[in-house]
C-alpha cells in the first residue's frame, strides 16, 4: 500500500528568503497530490510568500507553486503546481475516502520517507470530534524518522482519509480528517483565483 502511493507524495522546498517555515514547526514538509491535473494537500506551515516554494516530485524534478488555498484554522494548504512534464505524462495522484467512519480505536497507515524509500507507519485514532477541534488526535505505533507534517494517513484500502499536521508530543500527533479538507479543496479546483499580491493574503 505504501509503495504504491509514495509516487504522489511530495516535499516542499523553499526557495526563498521569505518562503520560511514555522519556526516552532516540522523541519520538513510533505504533501500528496489528489488530482493529475497538479493539485496538492499539505499542512498549513508556510512563511509570508508561497510563491517562494517549490514541489519536490519523487524522482527528484521540482514543480512551481501557482496558487494556493489555505485554511488556517484547521491547518491545511492546497496548492496547485505546474511544471514540465513528459509527452502524455500525468501525474501521480492518490484517492481521497471519507473520514466520517472514523471513530476512536480506528487503524489508519501514514506515510513518510525521503527521495525513493518509502516508509509506513501504523496509527491508531486516541480521539476525535469537538474535544480535539474537528480533527484528529493519532498514536503512531513505531516511530518514523523526522516529523513530516503534511503526509497522507490512509485507511486499509489505501484510500486518503487524513493531513497530518504535526505532532503534540512523542508517538501522539494531530491530523486533520479529509471530509473537512474537501469543501475548499472543491472551491479551489473550481476556480482559477491567483495569490494575492499582499504577503500572506491568500484566498480561502
Do not use: C
Amino acid at each position: 500500500m505504501a509503495t504504491a502511493s509514495w509516487p504522489a507524495v511530495v516535499r516542499l522546498v523553499p526557495i526563498s528568503a521569505g518562503a520560511r517555515w514555522d519556526p516552532h514547526g516540522p523541519r520538513e514538509v510533505l504533501g500528496f497530490i489528489v488530482d493529475p491535473a497538479g493539485y496538492i494537500v499539505t499542512t498549513d506551515q508556510f512563511g509570508d510568500d508561497i510563491r517562494g516554494i517549490e514541489v519536490a516530485l519523487v524522482d527528484g524534478r521540482r514543480l512551481r507553486v501557482t496558487r494556493a488555498a489555505r485554511d488556517s484554522l484547521a491547518g491545511f494548504s492546497i496548492l496547485k503546481v505546474e511544471g514540465e512534464l513528459l509527452p502524455g505524462e500525468r501525474l501521480p495522484s492518490i484517492v481521497l475516502g471519507e473520514s466520517r467512519g472514523l471513530v476512536t480505536g480506528s487503524t489508519l497507515i501514514v506515510i513518510q520517507g525521503r527521495g525513493a524509500s518509502p516508509a509506513a507507519a501504523v496509527l491508531t485514532i486516541r480521539s476525535t470530534g469537538s474535544a480535539t477541534g474537528g480533527n484528529l488526535v493519532t498514536d503512531q505505533l513505531l516511530a518514523l524518522p523526522g516529523d513530516l507534517a503534511g503526509a497522507p494517513l490512509l485507511n486499509l484500502r489505501g484510500e486518503v482519509v487524513g493531513v497530518r499536521v504535526g505532532s503534540v508530543s512523542g508517538r501522539i500527533g494531530q491530523a486533520v480528517p479529509i471530509d473537512r479538507v474537501k469543501p475548499l479543496l472543491r472551491q479551489f479546483v473550481a476556480t482559477d483565483l491567483s495569490l494575492r499580491s499582499t504577503p500572506g493574503a491568500w484566498w480561502r
